[in-house]
């Protein structure tokens, strides 16, 4: 058998492929659920195709014809997110700044200074703060959790949402398209067994908004004031307002 130019391509393509899918799963958290699908499909073709094995290959044979199916369901917010990824991936950055000009970057880096000196107050108060920066996935089914605000972003409001008495200070803050669009939203928590233990609600809640879309999450501490920020299944600890300040340009600049 020859092996050719369009044979390499295919491997290539495929390893790109696994690859992706492999990043997705694992920060998203389904890692193990993922490799749990994948020693199935290789048990399937061992007793299938290599043993031969007719009453255990027909079981799973049956399985099979529904996995697809199956598969979706399971995976779907991880299928979602893939897909919104391979199309605003910055390696076709390069072709959208063609036609986008470049003030339009600059716009986008506006929220991050109010953002940063609202954290950097309520860190020195020790206010608890979770804000959820919306990215390519759109986050309307948990801004409908919480109260519509639809406001400028500015640092005092930041500030007085999250102020304790405040009936919102408990919950996240969205902001989309360079306004606060709600607050007091619900996020879904992760279950990352890898998380400290002593990390509380909000950073679970940061870091599993951050494993189901590509948003961004910025906590403050009630305990400790400390500034943390998740984002792509993972969390960065204890960051000072500087480095918060680079990690959130970068973030944008990417």
Not at 139 to 152: C, F, N, S, V
Not at 206 to 227: F, P, Y
Request: with cysteine; charged share 25%.
């Amino acid at each position: 058998m020859d092996f050719g130019v369009k044979d390499a391509i295919d491997i290539l393509l495929v390893a790109t492929l696994l690859f992706y899918v492999y990043r997705t799963m694992k920060e998203s958290g389904t890692i193990n659920i993922f490799i749990g699908v994948l020693a199935f499909i290789v048990s399937w073709v061992i007793i299938s195709e290599i043993l031969e094995m007719r009453l255990m290959g027909t079981i799973m044979d049956k399985f099979m014809n529904i996995g697809l199916l199956i598969l979706v369901i399971i995976f779907q917010d991880q299928i979602k997110r893939f897909l919104v990824e391979l199309g605003s991936h910055k390696r076709w950055r390069f072709i959208r700044r063609i036609f986008r000009r470049h003030d339009k970057d600059d716009e986008d880096k506006k929220w991050i200074l109010p953002v940063v000196y609202a954290c950097m107050n309520m860190s020195k108060t020790k206010t608890g703060a979770l804000i959820v920066i919306q990215r390519n996935m759109i986050l309307d089914d948990y801004e409908r959790t919480g109260d519509i605000i639809d406001a400028k972003i500015n640092t005092r409001l930041i500030e007085n949402i999250f102020f304790k008495n405040s009936p919102l200070h408990d919950g996240a803050m969205i902001i989309a398209g360079m306004r606060i669009m709600s607050a007091g939203c619900i996020l879904p928590v992760s279950h990352d067994t890898d998380l400290p233990r002593h990390l509380g609600l909000r950073h679970r809640s940061a870091l599993g908004i951050a494993q189901a879309t590509d948003a961004i999450a910025v906590v403050v501490s009630e305990e400790t004031g400390n500034i943390s920020l998740a984002h792509k299944g993972n969390i960065y600890l204890k960051l000072s307002n500087t480095e918060l300040e680079h990690r959130l340009s970068n973030i944008i600049t990417l």
